[in-house]
């Protein structure tokens, strides 16, 4: 299976940051990579798909980037119900396989 | 507007089987498959498997295989995924998943039903 890592595991930030989160795919997966956020006792949200497409209603503050094994994810302007857990999802190689998650805090 | 209706929480013994619903609305049906995953305290998200549900076709991962089944009933666009023999740490959130794509098992979860805590304990 292709293991899923992100980094960090958590971070802290304000509202009007811009935050940068990291999944590294452990073989390449072209751009085959999407991004979840999901707030407490909440289902899992698409935000970003194909590595930079951007879900239907996602804001525009979101974005990804990377190919291969790199990637990234981009919150341009932190706003108050960004504060969630993001995770990484490859759909390259069955199956289809998680990063470990990245708690978003308010500092 | 697309939603997914997961049913509740359950409680089970070690050794005991565990039968979840996920009821999608909003569109059809048949159109998209469903996926079923999971959620460990403490660990990622893991992918179990994914049904068709016009024709109940599965796909199921290694780790489930030979103890998750997963039907599908037309009549009521509804589908069930069963887990038997359950152990401690199968004790977590299970989540029915929308396929975003039609026709493919590789792909990403468009939409979500709101999770079911199975917790397995003696």
């Known amino acids: 299976d292709i293991q899923m890592t992100q980094s960090p595991s958590s971070v802290s930030a304000s509202v009007g940051d811009r935050v940068t989160i990291t999944c590294r795919a452990s073989?390449?997966?072209?751009?085959?990579l999407a991004w979840y956020q999901q707030r407490p006792g909440k289902a899992p949200k698409l935000l970003i798909y194909?590595?930079?497409s951007l879900q239907s209603g996602v804001p525009s503050r979101f974005s990804g980037s990377g190919s291969g094994t790199d990637f990234t994810l981009t919150i341009s302007s932190l706003q108050p119900e960004d504060f969630a857990s993001y995770f990484c999802q490859q759909s390259n190689s069955f199956p289809p396989t998680f990063g470990q998650g990245t708690r978003l805090e308010i500092k | 507007q697309v939603q997914v209706v997961q049913s509740g929480a359950e409680v089970k013994k070690p050794g005991a089987s565990v039968r979840l619903s996920c009821k999608p609305t909003?569109?059809?049906?048949?159109?998209?498959?469903l996926h079923w995953l999971r959620h460990v305290p403490g660990q990622g998200l893991e992918w179990m498997g994914v049904i068709d549900p016009s024709g109940g076709s599965t796909t199921f991962a290694q780790n489930f295989r030979g103890r998750v089944t997963m039907t599908t009933d037309t009549s009521t666009s509804t589908v069930y995924m069963e887990l038997s023999s359950l152990r401690s740490d199968d004790t977590a959130v299970y989540y029915c998943?929308?396929?975003?794509?039609?026709?493919?098992?590789?792909?990403?979860?468009?939409?979500w039903g709101q999770g079911a805590l199975v917790t397995v304990s003696s």
């Open positions: 909003g569109y059809s049906f048949t159109s998209h498959y």
């Open positions: 194909d590595a930079s």
């Open positions: 073989q390449g997966i072209s751009t085959w």
């Open positions: 998943g929308r396929g975003r794509l039609r026709g493919t098992i590789m792909d990403y979860f468009d939409y």
